[in-house]
């Protein structure tokens, strides 16, 4: 495992350095702990997550592995999103916590319905509004997605704990939404999707500018430099 993890940091320093991905380093040393798996997890610092927090979860597909941590060591009450339809049967099979709420429906530039790209591989879940490698073009869905500040609305909400997010690509399109809101959030843990884009790079570089100019700073990085976790600086 500790291998793996230093062949993917130094695969991650080699498509920073030759400008294929962003560049991206810790901006404050804040506590962290790995919430959920492997596969879905996140770093989060737990000294900013009262108890009963608001979390909200863009991008559930089928693990709620994070969730169901941030349920049992804080009682949050967590907000899952998504639209895919594999992620909606899934989570309609399962015994969820009474902590875990879940809308069929993802985050978008606007509220509106959009055509959402399936994966080619049958086995995978996870589909994206964008076309790139990993999506069948000629198999898509119809679904909705809605605005940032009008789902935070619906909900009742006046701020935000923490605010996950891995919905394939777009992070890009969504997070200017997200920071104008006005809605507070102290705690945005993103998973990025460079890869999928030509302009990969560009986008990655616009996004954490963003973020920074906000007043966000990045405290933990994970292994394979795609899940990145940052805290609103004070």
């Known amino acids: ?19 294929k991905i962003s560049f991206i380093d810790i901006e404050e040393k804040r506590d962290k702990q790995w919430y959920g798996n492997g596969y ?3 770093y989060v610092d737990p000294s900013l997550v009262p108890e009963n927090a608001i979390v909200y979860s863009f991008g559930i597909g089928e693990d709620i592995s994070f969730d169901r941590a941030i349920i049992e060591k804080h009682q949050a009450q967590v907000f899952g999103f998504d639209p895919t339809p594999k992620s909606i049967n899934w989570i309609n099979k399962q015994e969820l916590p009474s902590n875990f709420h879940f809308h069929p429906f993802g985050i978008g530039e606007k509220t509106g319905t959009v055509t959402f790209h399936l994966p080619k591989n049958q086995d995978h879940v996870s589909g994206s509004v964008y076309g790139h ?19 935070v609305q619906e909900n009742g909400h006046t701020a935000i704990d923490v605010l996950k997010m891995d919905i394939e690509g777009s992070e890009y399109a969504v997070m200017e939404g997200i920071l104008s809101s006005g809605i507070p959030i102290k705690q ?7 890869r999928f884009f030509e302009d990969g790079k560009m986008k990655g570089d616009l996004l954490f500018k963003q973020l920074y100019q906000k007043g966000y700073r990045i405290f933990a990085i994970s292994d394979t430099y795609q899940e990145i976790s940052l805290v609103k600086s004070k």
């Open 1 to 19: 495992m500790e291998r793996n993890s230093t062949l993917k940091r130094i695969e991650y320093w080699i498509k920073a350095r030759i400008g």
């Open 40 to 42: 879905g997890g996140f």
């Open 133 to 151: 490698k990993l999506v069948d073009e000629r198999n898509a869905v119809d679904v909705l997605l809605k605005e940032f500040k009008e789902i």
């Open 188 to 194: 945005i843990l993103v998973e990025t999707h460079e």
